[in-house]
């Protein structure tokens, strides 16, 4: 449960790392255009439920092996699929690829940060002390 934890605490500190640059958030803007229409889409031409279109919407764009018991079932929705799911997985990929990117970049900076603290301390040069005489 603590490795969960550790690992939730980075992801949000890459995450706020990533949405400073520009384009990370011109990415996550499109993914979340895409993943809305596929779900007004699929709520509309298969009469799903609006749960139902979101979670079959983004699970299909994530490279798992997730079974959502949901299918398009008409030519059309078939052919809508085939077009979201060739743009939304490049684009999924590409807001991933940029997320570990910058998780990567905050524990490089964090590493540098501790190094620097570390020969700062090697440097420090202890002071002698005379013995007094006796």
Do not use: C
């Not at 139902?52 to 959502?68: E, K, N, R």
């Amino acid at each position: 449960m603590l490795s969960v934890i550790l690992s939730f605490k980075r992801l949000l500190k890459g995450l706020y790392h990533a949405v400073k640059e520009p384009q990370f958030i011109s990415i996550i803007t499109t993914v979340a255009l895409i993943v809305l229409s596929g779900t007004l889409f699929y709520s509309k031409f298969e009469g799903w439920t609006k749960i139902d279109a979101f979670y079959f919407a983004v699970v299909s764009l994530i490279p798992t092996g997730v079974d959502t018991n949901l299918a398009p079932s008409t030519t059309g929705t078939k052919l809508f699929t085939v077009l979201y799911l060739i743009i939304g997985t490049g684009l999924m990929f590409a807001l991933l690829v940029n997320l570990g990117r910058a998780i990567i970049k905050e524990d490089k900076q964090k590493r540098y940060k501790l190094s620097n603290r570390m020969d700062e301390k090697k440097k420090e040069v202890p002071k002698i002390v005379k013995a007094k005489k006796l």
